[in-house]
């Protein structure tokens, strides 16, 4: 092919592959193959100047620039470091520095390279004032009301620390951190999230803290400002890294900040990572080896794109070949169906995987998977394994017989005919009422530990009673009783008297509970909890509207549409009526306010304040007889203003004639002065 041909066909492809990756975030090809294309492309472009063009995606690699946040520029660039794939590179890199500082014993540091989002701080007077994404790496976004949620990320510097002062770090999510975030959207019949870089991108990008805030993000400092170190007395890397972990940071400690003086040393903590990876409590896709001195970083510069003087090392996805038994297809309890590959056990990743997901018929479709098919699996930033393809050299694909595995046209629990709703890619059994699969689902996330905790009952005993007849919904379980439950197998008086025991005290489990354990969609934990304390009982959730739901503070449409035709559901209300009649909370019950003060009040809080957080405020305005909405209304009375509010709040209060108050005045009026 003419070298402009090609130049012109990879630059397409990688504009479409630079598109999936970073706005859909479903990248179809892997880290190595991108760099490679784009590597070719780079060479084509330097031996053919004729055909430079700057929107080639070589000028710009990613980019996260959106409209939603302020764009701010950064004090140096933030640049990306050029990758290696293999020993052997590395060896060539560590050379070649070695090679650039002759007659110098050369240190090399070498870190790990966290999977996560790059952020600049910069701090003033101690304190946190901005925190910049990459964006281009030029310009970058001001998300420092996200940022400041995370704990591990000081908003106010130690005693000692330089003054200005700009940080680099990740910001990534820990696994234990993120599976509970899965969990909880599990429990809310939402869509799981696929890995933890990607929703740590996600969150930082939210509008609204308070939800960045629930989520625990963590950062890891490992880059410091070079001339503001220099001009410390301080010579190096390594140490800068130490130092800044006096003034508050978290840091890179022990081996994941090792210094070496040798290319086999470099090569041994490559070799020590590749394993140890696997026990870190968050994912790591390479190490970063960095010259240590900073006067010898200065020798060695930099090229156009990257510093030479330093090298990310890349992991190698882990990918392996198995064997497909056959595909299960799960039921939950909103009806949704999943089909889950059955495969031959084999070690992926340190664990032994034995299920992949499929997520739904169009990937198994695309997979086009026969039984017996030798599939190959993949581990990469993904807690969940999948199949990404299929070894068709080591499978049956010449037998003319074997067919492919059609997903089922009806529920493999009830036989109810499946449904797929527009725009949506899951297939789900519609019969919510008596399909087995989901009556269970609906118990048992009832009397899960975080919703009704009842004590003495099991999945396996919610089965049993199903099955026996004994249980169709979740109220039918406080008219058990010792009579019909004796006779089943393996109930013995205790079991039977731990069960009835188990149910009664669940009786006293407070209303937020109560409401989150009827399993409406899109109601988990946190909305429940909020839902409940707005709304203050259950029978003011039956005449609520669409409308009343979303003015409600952190309720937006999709969780306001679903609670609404929820409690428009005649078979819902009749089981949520004898649940009232057995006796479970139905209401908050209310604690003493603190005070008076605005009492009628209907009010909204927006923008930041001095002495106090937001969430601080909101709970002042509760405790003083207010009513806190979400958004501004003809109902709103008065908005609580900090700095920074939004300008669209800001107009539309002036439009309705809202009364804002600044927290000065506030202040003033619950504290009676
Ligand atoms: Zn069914």
Known sequence: MEAGARIAQLREELHAHNHRYYVMAEPVISDREFDALLDELAKLEEAHPEFADPTSPTKRVGGDLTDKFEKVAHKSPMLSLSNSYNAEEVAQWAERVQAGLPDEEVEFVVELKYDGVAISVWYEDQAMVKALTRGDGTTGEDVRAN????????????????????????????????????????????????????????????????????????????????????????????????????????????????????????????AHWEEARHDLDFAIDGLVIKVNRYDHQKRLGMTAKSPRWALAYKFETERVSTTLKGVKYQVGRTGAVTPVADLEPVLLGGTTVKNASLHNADQMAKLDLREGDAVLVEKGGEIIPKIVGVDRNASSAGDLFSQAIAFPGTCPECDTPLIRKEGEAQHYCPNSATCPAQVRGRINHFISRKAMNVDGLGKETVTQLVEAGLIRDVADLYRLTAEELLPLERMAQKSVDNLLHGLETSKSVPFERVLFGLGIRHVGETVAKNLAKSLKSMDAFKSVSVEDLMALEEIGPIVAESVASHFQDATFLAVVQRLQEAGLQMEVVLEEPLGTALEGEVVVVSGVFETMSRDEAKAAVTNHGGRLVGSISSKTTLVLAGDKMGPSKLQKAEKLGIPLMDEAAFLTRIGGQ
């Not at 400041?148 to 106010?156: E, S």
């Not at 996600?202 to 950062?219: E, I, M, N, Y």
Request: net charge negative.
């Open 147 to 270: 940022v400041a949620t995370i704990k591990t990320l000081p908003l106010r510097l130690n005693p000692g620390a330089p003054n200005p002062l700009e940080i680099r770090g990740e910001i990534f999510f820990p696994w234990p951190g993120f599976e509970a975030l899965n969990e909880s959207r599990r429990e809310a019949g939402e869509p799981e999230f696929a890995n933890p870089r990607n929703t740590a991108a996600g969150t930082l990008k939210l509008q609204d803290s308070a939800v960045v805030a629930t989520r625990p993000l963590d950062c890891m400092v490992y880059n410091i400002d070079a001339e503001t170190m220099t001009a410390m007395g301080i010579a190096s890397h390594s140490e800068a890294v130490r130092e800044a972990a006096k003034w508050g940071f978290k840091t890179p400690q022990g081996r994941s900040l090792e210094v070496v003086t040798s290319v086999e040393a470099i090569m041994d903590a490559v």
